[in-house]
Each structure stands twice: as structure tokens, then as C-alpha cells.
């Protein structure tokens, strides 16, 4: 670490701390040059993967995007901002258990669909028909046939 007054390189850890419920280590430390004491603090970053695009293109992983097209299927229906975080949650989960560093869009959409479907149907085939984009009304027959 860094010393924040003579940019040494080389500190000495003085005292360590857990705090908020181990979720942030506190950690004080000493310059070996300067003498003088500084404050860190570690916390856990949790680095979901990135989404590859149809195009190509990589983003990064926006829950809040997720949010609100899940909430726009939903609208009007009787599902809870609750049970779309749970959802979100449990989505997020699966990205990061699957352990990939990059994660097709379609995946995640799949994901999403999965979610809905055990949510509200209907909420369910709003999303799948804009999603899935049907050219015709022959697939979007066969989707709710599959419902």
C-alpha cells in the first residue's frame, strides 16, 4: 500500500478491524519512511461477468437495466417489487456460479424468461414476444401453447 504523504511504497499493518458485520476490514497502517499513519479499508467487489451482445459489443452487467424490463412486463400485474428483486437475485446468482468471465445476452434473456415465467405468465409473454421479437403470429400462438 502506498503511503498517502511521501508515496513510499512499503507500510506496516498497526491494527486490523472487522467491521459492518465483516462485510469492510478496517486497517491501520504506518509509512516505513514517514512514520506517519493512514487508514484502508478492504471490501469484497464481486465482479459479475460481462455481456457479449448480438452485435459483439461487451457491457457490463446493469441490474437496474434487468429492473425495469422485468417492471415494464410486469406493469399492472400482481407481482411485488419484492419477488422482482428475489428474482434478480437469484439470476445474478446463476451468473456468477456459472464462473464465466463473459455471458451472452441471450443467456441472461433466457434467464429473465425462466424468472417471469414462474412469476406471471402473462407478464411472462410480454417479455418473450418483444424479446424473442416473433415475425409472425404462428410463434407467438406457439409460445402460449407452451404455456
Known amino acids: 500500500m502506498r503511503c498517502p504523504f511521501c508515496s513510499h511504497d512499503e507500510t506496516q499493518v498497526v491494527e486490523t478491524r472487522e467491521s459492518d458485520e465483516g462485510g469492510v476490514i478496517r486497517r491501520r497502517r504506518r ?3 514517514c512514520d506517519k499513519r493512514f487508514t484502508t479499508y478492504e471490501r469484497i467487489e464481486i465482479a459479475m461477468p460481462a455481456i457479449v451482445k448480438k452485435d459483439g459489443a461487451r457491457v457490463e452487467f446493469d441490474d ?6 422485468m417492471l415494464l412486463a410486469l406493469r399492472k400485474r400482481p407481482v411485488s417489487i419484492e419477488q422482482v428483486d428475489a428474482a434478480i437475485e437469484r439470476i445474478q446468482a446463476k451468473l456468477l456460479a456459472s464462473g464465466a468471465r463473459e455471458v451472452p445476452s441471450a443467456r441472461v434473456g433466457e434467464l429473465v424468461m425462466r424468472e417471469l415465467k414462474r412469476m406471471d ?6 417479455f418473450a414476444s418483444v424479446y424473442r421479437s416473433f415475425e409472425d403470429v404462428d410463434e407467438f400462438r406457439q409460445l402460449i401453447r407452451d404455456i
Open 64 to 69: 437496474a437495466k434487468m429492473r425495469a424490463s
Open 121 to 126: 405468465k402473462v407478464g411472462y409473454v410480454r
Open 31 to 33: 509509512c516505513l519512511k
